[in-house]
C-alpha cells in the first residue's frame, strides 16, 4: 500500500475571491490525515507552501510572479513524492495550482490522463482570459496551449496530450475556452452530458480515454462542480452542478480502477462555508478516491 504525502498551497492569488488560501487548514480540520490513517496508509503531511507576500502583476496574467513561485514549489513537491514511489494529495488553494502538480506527475510519468472536474472549463490563456485571472489558465497551461509560466520553471516540461484529457461537469464555460478545448482534443462532459447520460457512464467512457496507453490518471478536483446547495464554501459558484452522490460515485470509480496517479483538491473557501461543510466534502471526496466505502 502506497503511502500517501499530503502537500497544501495557500494560494488565492490565482482567483478573484480570496479566501482559498485557507483551505488546506479546512480540509485538515474535517480529519483527512486522521481519515487516510484509518484507510491503513501511512501520512505525511509535508505542510503547506505559502506565497510571497508581494509580486509582480500583469492585466492579462493576475499576480503571476507569486502563482508561478507556488507552482514551481508544488512541482518539487509533488515530484520527489512520486519520485519516492509515494501517492501525492494535494490541498489547494485556488486552481491555478493545479499547473505545477499535473506538470510533475507528466514529468515522471511521461505519458499521463488527466481528469479535470470543475464547473469551469479552466482552459483560457493570457489571450483569450477575459479576467486575467489565473485559477482559469492551468488545464490549458498543462496541455501546452499556454500560458508556458505556469508549467516551465527550466526544468523542460512535458506536456499532457490533450486527446487523454476529460473534463467532467463543466456549466460556465467561455466562448472562446469551448473554442480551444475543441481544437486542442478535450473531451467534454458538461452537466447536460451527465444529466443524459448518467454518472456511471460518463465516468467509465472518461477513465477509459485518460488511461487509453497512459500510465494513469492525474485527477484534479474543483469542489465547484458540486451544486452549490452541498458546497457553498467555494468562491466561483455556479447553480446546477453534480449531486453529492454523483461526485462520490466518480470518486468512487476512480479507486476502483486503480489507474489514480495523483489528486488535486481545490477551491475550499473557509470564508464563504457553513460550518466548515465544503472542507468536510472536500476530506471525504479524498478519502473516497483512496478506497473508503459506504460498506
Not at 158 to 174: A, E, F, L, M, T
Not at 254 to 267: F, H, N, P, Q
Amino acid at each position: 500500500m502506497k503511502k500517501i504525502d499530503l502537500i497544501g498551497v495557500q494560494m488565492d492569488l490565482g482567483a478573484a475571491t480570496r479566501g482559498v488560501n485557507m483551505g488546506p487548514a479546512a480540509i485538515r480540520y474535517a480529519g483527512v490525515v486522521e481519515g487516510i490513517e484509518a484507510l491503513g496508509y501511512e501520512c505525511e503531511d509535508k505542510g503547506d507552501i505559502i506565497p510571497p507576500l508581494k509580486g509582480a502583476t500583469s492585466e492579462k496574467l493576475r499576480n503571476y510572479e507569486q502563482v508561478i513561485y507556488c507552482n514551481s514549489n508544488l512541482y518539487d513537491k509533488t515530484l520527489e513524492s512520486h519520485q519516492a514511489g509515494n501517492f501525492p494529495v494535494i490541498l489547494g488553494g485556488d486552481h491555478s495550482i493545479a499547473s505545477g502538480s499535473i506538470a510533475a506527475t507528466a514529468k515522471h510519468f511521461k505519458n499521463i490522463g488527466v481528469i479535470w472536474v470543475d464547473a469551469h472549463g479552466d482552459f483560457n490563456n493570457d489571450e483569450s482570459s477575459m479576467s486575467g485571472n489565473m485559477h482559469g489558465m492551468p488545464f490549458s497551461a498543462v496541455c501546452g496551449a499556454g500560458p508556458a509560466c505556469m508549467v516551465d520553471f527550466g526544468q523542460d516540461p512535458v506536456y499532457v496530450n490533450p486527446k487523454k484529457c476529460v473534463q467532467i461537469g463543466g456549466r460556465d464555460i467561455d466562448p472562446l475556452e469551448r473554442v480551444r478545448m475543441k481544437e486542442n482534443g478535450v473531451t467534454v462532459f458538461s452537466i447536460a452530458e451527465v444529466d443524459r447520460l448518467g454518472m456511471p457512464e460518463v465516468i467509465r467512457r472518461a477513465i477509459e480515454i485518460a488511461s487509453d496507453g497512459t500510465e494513469g490518471i492525474h485527477v484534479s478536483f474543483d469542489v465547484d462542480a458540486i451544486t452549490p446547495e452541498s458546497t457553498p464554501g467555494t468562491g466561483t459558484i455556479v447553480h446546477s452542478g453534480l449531486t453529492l452522490r454523483e461526485a462520490f460515485y466518480l470518486v468512487e470509480t476512480l479507486y476502483t480502477s486503480g489507474k489514480v496517479l495523483a489528486l488535486d483538491m481545490v477551491e475550499v473557501n473557509p470564508m464563504l462555508d457553513i460550518r466548515n461543510q465544503t472542507g468536510v466534502i472536500a476530506s471525504e471526496l479524498i478519502l473516497s478516491t483512496l478506497g473508503k466505502t459506504v460498506y
